[in-house]
């Protein structure tokens, strides 16, 4: 049976995602597949200290968005129904984004609702 200790360094770090690459698809209940837990459990705390990934705003999740899909100011408005002049204030933080545009950026772009309630 392996040692198994809590990772400290990046190295430790690379290590163990080394490690859980190779038994990925282990299965539940077996000696491999306990381990995969275990070494997810440890990766996950050191990820949440040293490696903590920011939640977007919602106008940086719009922003995003926008240019995976190629999408231009005036194509968001047309797709929103609504004026370039009010997408334009929204993008340049004039103007709150409504209800209804958070639905809509919700339901038609796909962005997650709780980053656009975030704020």
């Not at 705003?57 to 047309?78: N, V």
């Amino acid at each position: 049976m392996e040692t198994i200790r809590p990772i400290k360094t990046e190295q430790e770090y690379e290590l163990a995602l080394e490690r859980l690459s190779k038994i990925f698809h282990a299965k539940p209940s077996t000696p491999e597949g306990d381990l995969l837990e275990v070494l997810s459990l440890l990766i996950h705390e050191y990820e949440q200290k040293h490696h903590k990934i920011e939640i977007l705003s919602p106008l940086e999740a719009l922003k995003y968005e926008m240019e995976e899909q190629g999408l231009s100011q005036t194509g968001l408005a047309k797709r929103a129904g609504m004026s370039k002049s009010t997408i334009s204030e929204i993008m340049n933080g004039k103007k709150q984004m409504s209800l209804n545009f958070l639905k809509f950026l919700h339901n038609e772009l796909g962005i997650p609702a709780h980053i656009l309630l975030a704020y």
